[in-house]
């Protein structure tokens, strides 16, 4: 089997399990159903293997254990599903009809942003400068066995690759390596795109489940069309991965499955240090809007926090390259510069505009939409949820931008955009989560004064 069958396999085996564990019978359209079921199938299935091939073919140095281990957990997953497919309760489509233009407008933009991928695998199939600095050069150490593993989180890799970084890219990347007995871009690539395709379903299905068909093909519509997230993919670095994560948390935590949430929030944290602030501010969310559900989301994402504390404190913890911890000597001069909170706000600016390209912005179909719609207050805990999550995120960015040792302009320029297209689907949640549906905007009273006007001016007429 090749890299990119691997890819598929876990993809299948997310499916599956997500199709037996997360109860999502009662969510209309059926269309959202099924995206949502898919989008956490692929992104929990490949975080899935990915723990699974660290465990056993790494640390456990038995790369066939994890291979069976695999294969036995999908057969048994595949015959439960066909056991079961008879008995699953057969849902009515919601009532609010799906718009056939929007459907087919939101394809069309998904295809559209694929080509824009191909064109860039074809012209850079290695990906970016962290993606074969970092990432994918840990997934070939991690793929040779023979006991070069441990070479992924060695020092003498030297910090600027950052050998203390999680491991989920890195593992999920290096177990399809070493299952194909084949070192192919293809693997990387696959794995990009599996990510930026759940991504999309879990927004435009979470949506769509929360407030509506239109609205939820309109935010995948948004999302698909933001050139800083479709530029991100091929690069092979581990964003767009952590932006599905901290999307699908969001997601299964505003449509009340906290488990699926906490396991989401705990594959973040293993795979990037950035989803360890996650998991602070998701915890946070979740204890001011969500308390009642807080044991269970915390129950799901232990797996993804065990495995992060092994790795961090058992094999990389005398290497840490942590941006944070080496930034702490000098922290409390660097903090009273007035000039660097200036320049921080500044660069925010500039990359808040660079996630468009040339006069469009995503921005404007969301502010085109809000004009149309307008905001319905009913819904304003839901959206302030999300808000919170991402205002949490952005807010510990900067904080670490106003403390870092390295070059501040520097810093930021190689860094802050990707960390915006992190945050950006979660903003993206908040406003159409709290948007009315066309249905009630197009009934909305019309206010007394204009409604006089109108008769007085019939009136005349």
């Keep these: 089997m090749t890299g990119l069958a691997w890819v598929a396999e876990a993809v299948l085996l997310g499916c599956l399990l997500s199709w037996r564990w997360i109860g999502l019978s009662a969510i209309k359209p059926a269309w959202a159903r099924v995206l949502l079921r898919a989008g956490a199938g692929a992104a929990g299935g490949m975080g899935l293997v990915s723990c699974l091939f660290f465990l056993l073919g790494v640390l456990a140095g038995s790369p066939a254990a994890a291979m069976v281990v695999e294969l036995a957990l999908l057969a048994w997953a595949a015959l439960d599903f066909f056991r079961r497919r008879g008995s699953a309760p057969r849902m009515g489509v919601a009532a609010g009809r799906t718009p056939v233009l929007l459907a087919v407008s939101a394809v069309l933009v998904v295809a559209i942003a694929t080509g824009a991928i191909a064109a860039g695998w074809q012209f850079n199939p290695l990906g970016n400068w962290d993606a074969w600095a970092i990432w994918n050069l840990r997934a070939r150490f991690l793929a040779s066995g023979a006991g070069l593993a441990s070479r992924a989180w060695s020092p003498a890799l030297g910090q600027m690759t950052h050998p203390d970084y999680p491991m989920l890219v890195s593992a999920l990347v290096g177990r399809c390596w070493a299952f194909s007995h084949s070192v192919s871009p293809i693997a990387p690539q696959a794995v990009g795109y599996a990510f930026f395709l759940a991504l999309l379903a879990l927004v435009g299905g979470g949506v769509a489940a929360l407030r509506g068909p239109v609205l939820g093909l309109l935010a995948a519509l948004v999302l698909a069309a933001s050139p800083a997230l479709v530029h991100e993919v091929p690069a092979q670095y581990a964003d767009v991965p952590l932006a599905c994560y901290f999307a699908g948390a969001a997601v299964f935590a505003m449509l009340d499955e906290p488990i699926a949430s906490g396991i989401l929030a705990g594959f973040a944290a293993w795979t990037k240090d950035e989803g360890a602030l996650f998991l602070v501010v998701f915890g946070a969310a979740i204890l001011i ?72 912005h995503p921005v404007l179909p969301l502010a085109a939409a809000a004009l149309a719609l307008r905001f319905d207050r009913s819904r304003a805990r839901e959206a302030a949820f999300a808000g919170v999550v991402a205002l949490g995120l952005l807010a510990g960015y900067f904080g670490v931008y106003s403390v870092t040792s390295n070059d501040l302009a520097w810093q930021l320029q190689t860094s802050l955009g990707r960390l915006l297209v992190q945050v950006w689907p979660l903003l993206l949640l908040a406003a159409f989560a709290c948007l009315r549906v066309p249905q009630l905007a197009a009934a909305t009273p019309v206010p007394r004064k204009r409604k006089a006007a109108v008769k007085e001016r019939r009136t005349r007429a």
């Design 289 to 360: 809007f969500r308390r009642q559900a807080f044991s269970r989301a915390a129950a799901g994402a232990m797996p993804g926090i065990a495995l992060l504390l092994v790795f961090k404190l058992g094999l990389a913890h005398a290497n840490s390259s942590s941006l944070l911890a080496s930034s702490l000597p000098g922290a409390a001069q660097r903090v009273t510069e007035g000039s660097r909170y200036g320049a921080i706000l500044a660069s925010f600016g500039r990359e808040l505009a660079g996630l468009g390209v040339g006069w469009y």
